[in-house]
């Protein structure tokens, strides 16, 4: 028993270093490319959070890194698909996970649901890495076609975190009005691509979230998902993965700048929560005030 306890011990200490090591190196890329691209607007620059407020961003994403990494032999956990009661009009939420990560990311997220009164809660998990965001969009349309038989749901909704976002836009886009996604929330999402991890090639996946990539210019392309969807897009004006941080602004969506957060912190902000929780209970938007996009609004 000895032996596994300090086995244990060193695992969690092997992924709280590798969790703080990965974020130095993200942060110190974040502020690379804020020297080397300072913004146009110098009021833009100002308007930063200041440095000890970034300093426990940084802290608080180092945290939310490790817990995460411990948190992942829970994403082994499936939850079961059941008939929804026709007194309770909300639709299924589907969760979508990013790059890298796994449905055990939305844990907290979905405690606070259901505490709130949403019974229907379903993690998707697609290829985290090394995969196609596209071919993770036909698993996604597999995912909430059986979602919809099992439950008789007409619709769903979307949290998607990060790339999740990009997966949902996929699919979303290659359905059309058979999607039967009703509204689309997403969380740290690179819409316009990302600019972080430069050296970062090999992954096939991560080069469909660069900026220009041929995947993002069809996403992009007379884009019908805000039309066929209610859609939001909350991010962090100090997420050091989404590089610059202005590139998860979705042009036709409603848009959301939160500050003070890193990018996985995202996942356990009460902030946002909050964010999340209005919009999923929203009355579905008429398609004209979905499509108007117009600056972020910051909270």
Same mark, same amino acid.
């Given at each position: 028993?000895?032996?596994?306890?300090?086995?244990?011990?060193?695992?969690?200490?092997?992924?709280?270093?590798?969790?703080?090591?990965?974020?130095? &190196?993200?942060?110190?890329? $974040?502020?690379? =490319?804020?020297?080397?691209?300072?913004?146009?607007?110098?009021?833009? @620059?100002?308007?930063?959070?200041?440095?000890?407020?970034?300093?426990?961003?940084?802290?608080?994403?180092?945290?939310?890194?490790?817990?995460?990494?411990?948190?992942?032999?829970?994403?082994?956990?499936?939850?079961?698909?059941?008939?929804?009661?026709?007194?309770?009009?909300?639709?299924?939420?589907?969760?979508?996970? @990013?790059? $890298?990560?796994?449905?055990?990311?939305?844990?907290?997220?979905?405690?606070?649901?259901?505490?709130?009164?949403?019974? =229907?809660?379903?993690?998707?998990? =697609?290829?985290?890495? @090394?995969?196609?965001?596209?071919?993770?969009?036909?698993?996604?349309?597999?995912?909430?076609?059986?979602?919809?038989?099992?439950?008789?749901?007409?619709?769903?909704?979307?949290?998607?975190?990060?790339?999740?976002?990009?997966?949902?836009?996929? &699919?979303?886009?290659?359905? %059309? %009005?058979?999607?039967?996604?009703?509204?689309?929330?997403?969380? @740290?999402?690179?819409?316009? %691509?990302?600019?972080?991890?430069?050296?970062?090639?090999?992954?096939?996946?991560?080069?469909?979230?660069?900026?220009?990539?041929?995947?993002?210019?069809?996403?992009?392309?007379?884009?019908?998902?805000?039309?066929?969807?209610?859609?939001?897009?909350? &991010?962090?004006?100090?997420?050091?993965?989404?590089?610059?941080?202005?590139?998860? &602004?979705?042009?036709?969506?409603?848009?959301?700048?939160?500050?003070?957060?890193?990018?996985?912190?995202?996942?356990?902000?009460?902030?946002?929560?909050?964010?999340?929780?209005?919009?999923?209970?929203?009355?579905?938007?008429?398609?004209?005030?979905?499509?108007?996009? %117009?600056?972020?609004?910051?909270?």
């Amino acid at each position: 028993m000895a032996a596994l306890a300090h086995i244990a011990m060193l695992l969690v200490l092997g992924i709280v270093a590798a969790s703080a090591l990965f974020n130095v &190196y993200a942060y110190r890329g $974040a502020a690379r =490319h804020r020297r080397r691209h300072p913004p146009a607007c110098a009021a833009d @620059g100002e308007d930063r959070t200041p440095w000890p407020g970034r300093a426990w961003a940084f802290a608080v994403e180092c945290a939310a890194t490790a817990l995460l990494g411990l948190a992942t032999p829970l994403a082994l956990r499936r939850r079961r698909v059941r008939p929804l009661d026709p007194d309770d009009p909300r639709p299924p939420v589907v969760l979508l996970h @990013g790059y $890298a990560q796994n449905a055990a990311n939305f844990l907290w997220l979905a405690r606070r649901l259901e505490r709130d009164g949403w019974r =229907h809660l379903h993690p998707v998990a =697609h290829a985290p890495v @090394g995969g196609d965001i596209e071919r993770s969009a036909q698993r996604l349309g597999e995912a909430i076609d059986r979602i919809r038989r099992a439950s008789g749901a007409s619709r769903v909704d979307i949290v998607a975190h990060s790339m999740g976002g990009l997966v949902a836009r996929a &699919y979303i886009r290659t359905r %059309g %009005g058979a999607s039967a996604v009703g509204r689309l929330i997403t969380l @740290g999402t690179p819409h316009q %691509g990302t600019e972080a991890f430069p050296r970062l090639r090999l992954d096939p996946m991560v080069v469909q979230m660069r900026p220009g990539s041929p995947l993002l210019a069809r996403l992009a392309a007379d884009d019908p998902v805000p039309q066929l969807a209610d859609c939001i897009s909350i &991010y962090s004006a100090d997420d050091a993965v989404v590089v610059p941080p202005s590139r998860a &602004y979705y042009p036709g969506a409603f848009n959301v700048e939160v500050r003070g957060l890193g990018h996985l912190s995202l996942l356990f902000s009460r902030r946002v929560y909050t964010l999340v929780r209005e919009n999923l209970a929203a009355e579905r938007a008429p398609a004209a005030a979905t499509a108007e996009g %117009g600056a972020p609004w910051s909270r």
